[in-house]
T-cell receptor, first 117, second 113 residues
Framework: AQSVTQLDSQVPVFEEAPVELRCNYS??????LFWYVQYPNQGLQLLLK??????LVKGINGFEAEFNKSQTSFHLRKPSVHISDTAEYFC???????????????FGQGTILTVHP | EPEVTQTPSHQVTQMGQEVILRCVPI?????FYWYRQILGQKVEFLVS????????KSEIFDDQFSVERPDGSNFTLKIRSTKLEDSAMYFC???????????FGPGTRLTVT
């Protein structure tokens, strides 16, 4: 079984400031890691994903995340945020148990990022 | 870019009624999912579907729920007798190969009164 903990339910930040949204996971097997963004009244859009290889992954809209296996973390960062980044961000994991994976996603509770002018 | 579509966008129903939520996944995808998000809570997995059968389901997905891919393009979630606690946003998702990302639809907001 997997679980995901997003340590901050809300993160307020000023425009052009850097931001980090924290995500820790727990799993008995290897995992794939994802960050999704949900804008108000919309569905979930993939920001970035870690499947294998380099632990630093870059996504859309200038976001990046670093997979740290020893810390079981996958924190999301952006060096300079914009008003339009205001949204809810979800960290998610799925099992990488080898062979065919049905890919069920387990989500964290979400972090609401509010960017102030 | 291909996208997952869902209908209706909002469904209001009375307790005890049956509802069918419809999804059209991306056409060449093989894996299909339903998730739900109760207002203010996290997104929860309901069921996954592959090769015309359920591959995994959560404890939420009890006998009141069923899924079907009736015609090779639509993917439906049926709730036989809705309860107040079924009120939520329901998301459909689809995935191509084993390691591809899941693409989510815009969701159907179900309100049970």
């Amino acid at each position: 079984a997997q679980s995901v903990t997003q340590l901050d339910s809300q993160v307020p930040v000023f425009e052009e400031a850097p931001v980090e949204l924290r995500c820790n996971y727990s799993s008995s097997v290897s995992v794939y890691l994802f960050w999704y963004v949900q804008y108000p009244n919309q569905g979930l859009q993939l920001l970035l994903k870690y499947l294998s290889g380099s632990t630093l992954v870059k996504g859309i809209n200038g976001f990046e995340a670093e997979f740290n296996k020893s810390q079981t973390s996958f924190h999301l960062r952006k060096p300079s945020v914009h008003i339009s980044d205001t949204a809810e961000y979800f960290c998610a994991v799925s099992s990488n148990a080898g062979g065919t994976s049905y890919g069920k996603l387990t989500f964290g509770q979400g972090t609401i990022l509010t960017v102030h002018p | 870019e291909p996208e997952v579509t869902q209908t209706p966008s909002h469904q209001v129903t009375q307790m005890g009624q049956e509802v069918i939520l419809r999804c059209v996944p991306i056409s060449n995808h093989l894996y299909f999912y339903w998730y739900r998000q109760i207002l203010g809570q996290k997104v929860e997995f309901l069921v996954s579907f592959y090769n015309n059968e359920i591959s995994e389901k959560s404890e939420i997905f009890d006998d009141q729920f069923s899924v079907e891919r009736p015609d090779g393009s639509n993917f439906t979630l049926k709730i036989r007798s809705t309860k107040l606690e079924d009120s939520a946003m329901y998301f459909c998702a689809s995935r191509g190969g084993n390691y591809g990302q899941q693409y989510f639809g815009p969701g159907t907001r179900l309100t049970v009164t």
